[in-house]
């Protein structure tokens, strides 16, 4: 055989074996890694919360830099008619380590999430019973999560009456952030800002220690120029209560130090006022408001805008099996309500 055959032979051999190189490449990165990303992600929600189903729309694979993008993700949990949480996302891009992600592992960079939409009804059937044994914890390190353009609506529903109260225009930051050994007891930091009801420029910050036994953390938000008629979506129809007047500035500061929590909040508003149906039962939010309004008149006046300042303070042990977030928001609502009984300064 002619020198020249064998070699056109080996020079097309080659080509052959490249060609088939680059379509498993394809094959791999195109579609079989996407799948398996998928089959994980679904894997490890499931393992962590039985009633949790996770959908994701197109995953790519970008190998320089190593990075997972998904579009279209959606995530439910609960149980209709109780607690049940919707998210949706339109994009979410995270530099990984693609190694440590097939063992099982997500170590990330700062995770980017768009067009982040949560939605949380809260029904009046019983709550979904723990599962039999423990949840199998996700190994998980993120450098950082940040969130733009999205929002958040909170709905409660009874028979017959329907209340809501939103946030826009949703921003957030948080990290570093993680369930492995190494972040489970470090220190976390996150902020997010919006418009509350539709009017509210609000921003939230958190920092300290949430997951140790003995937690420290600290938590302030301020609220800035909210027309509280924006409320009336959520009490007019659950309480019968419709308020009127402007925040001109609220601002709750909030310090945990183990089971013990030391709460403050100053509010400036103008031209408060209340009415309450006179059909419907009162229940404790609305007790809180009267309470509210019965010492609003105490408030000094402030010559600049015309509004009332008022400060409040509580201090309160944790009980037993409170949740972190409740502890803090029962702290909040305290401190709310000596505004009232304490007559401001």
Same mark, same amino acid.
């Given at each position: 055989?002619?020198?020249?055959?064998?070699?056109?032979?080996?020079?097309?051999?080659?080509?052959?074996?490249?060609?088939?190189?680059?379509?498993?490449?394809?094959?791999?990165?195109?579609?079989?890694?996407?799948?398996?990303?998928?089959?994980?992600?679904?894997?490890?929600?499931r393992a962590g919360c039985?009633?949790?189903?996770?959908?994701?729309?197109?995953?790519?694979?970008?190998?320089?830099?190593?990075?997972?993008?998904?579009?279209?993700?959606?995530?439910?949990?609960?149980?209709?008619?109780?607690?049940?949480?919707?998210?949706?996302?339109?994009?979410?891009?995270?530099?990984?380590?693609?190694?440590?992600?097939?063992?099982?592992?997500?170590?990330?960079?700062?995770?980017?999430?768009?067009?982040?939409?949560?939605?949380?009804?809260?029904?009046?059937?019983?709550?979904?019973?723990?599962?039999?044994?423990?949840? /199998?914890? $996700?190994? =998980?390190? #993120?450098?950082?999560?940040?969130? %733009? *353009?999205?929002?958040?609506? &909170?709905?409660?529903?009874?028979?017959?009456?329907?209340?809501?109260?939103?946030?826009?225009?949703?921003?957030?930051?948080?990290?570093?952030?993680?369930?492995?050994?190494?972040?489970?007891?470090?220190?976390?930091?996150?902020?997010?800002?919006?418009?509350?009801?539709?009017?509210?420029?609000?921003?939230?910050?958190?920092?300290?220690?949430?997951?140790?036994?003995?937690?420290?953390?600290?938590?302030?938000?301020?609220?800035?120029?909210?027309?509280?008629?924006?409320?009336?979506?959520?009490?007019?129809?659950?309480?019968?209560?419709?308020?009127?007047?402007?925040?001109?500035?609220?601002?709750?500061?909030?310090?945990?130090?183990?089971?013990?929590?030391?709460?403050?909040?100053?509010?400036?508003? /103008?031209? $408060?006022? =209340?009415? #309450?149906?006179?059909?419907?039962? %009162? *229940?404790?939010?609305?007790? &809180?408001?009267?309470?509210?309004?019965?010492?609003?008149?105490?408030?000094?006046?402030n010559a600049g805008d015309?509004?009332?300042?008022?400060?409040?303070?509580?201090?309160?042990?944790?009980?037993?099996?409170?949740?972190?977030?409740?502890?803090?928001?029962?702290?909040?609502?305290?401190?709310?309500?000596?505004?009232?009984?304490?007559?401001?300064?």
């Open positions: 055989m002619p020198k020249e055959k064998k070699t056109g032979k080996r020079s097309m051999a080659g080509i052959v074996l490249l060609l088939a190189a680059l379509l498993g490449a394809v094959l791999l990165v195109g579609v079989i890694v996407p799948e398996l990303v998928r089959w994980r992600l679904g894997a490890a929600v039985a009633t949790c189903e996770l959908s994701l729309g197109a995953v790519r694979v970008h190998l320089v830099p190593p990075a997972l993008a998904c579009s279209r993700i959606r995530l439910t949990a609960g149980i209709t008619g109780a607690t049940s949480v919707n998210l949706e996302a339109g994009n979410i891009y995270a530099p990984v380590s693609l190694s440590q992600f097939m063992r099982g592992r997500i170590r990330a960079g700062i995770v980017v999430i768009d067009n982040l939409n949560i939605t949380v009804k809260k029904g009046d059937q019983p709550a979904a019973p723990p599962p039999a044994g423990p949840a /199998r914890p $996700l190994d =998980l390190e #993120l450098e950082g999560v940040t969130i %733009r *353009g999205g929002s958040f609506l &909170y709905v409660r529903e009874s028979p017959g009456m329907r209340g809501s109260l939103g946030v826009s225009g949703l921003s957030a930051a948080l990290g570093p952030v993680g369930t492995s050994e190494r972040l489970r007891g470090a220190a976390i930091a996150a902020s997010a800002e919006g418009v509350l009801a539709d009017t509210g420029k609000f921003r939230l910050e958190v920092k300290g220690m949430p997951f140790p036994a003995e937690p420290e953390l600290d938590v302030t938000l301020r609220i800035l120029g909210q027309d509280l008629q924006g409320f009336n979506r959520y009490f007019k129809p659950l309480e019968g209560l419709s308020l009127k007047g402007t925040l001109l500035e609220g601002r709750s500061e909030t310090a945990i130090r183990g089971r013990r929590l030391d709460a403050s909040v100053y509010l400036r508003y /103008r031209g $408060l006022g =209340l009415h #309450l149906d006179k059909t419907k039962e %009162r *229940g404790a939010l609305s007790s &809180y408001f009267q309470n509210l309004l019965a010492g609003a008149a105490l408030g000094r006046q015309g509004g009332y300042d008022r400060t409040g303070t509580a201090k309160l042990e944790r009980q037993p099996g409170e949740g972190l977030a409740a502890f803090t928001l029962r702290g909040m609502k305290e401190a709310a309500l000596q505004v009232a009984k304490q007559g401001g300064r």
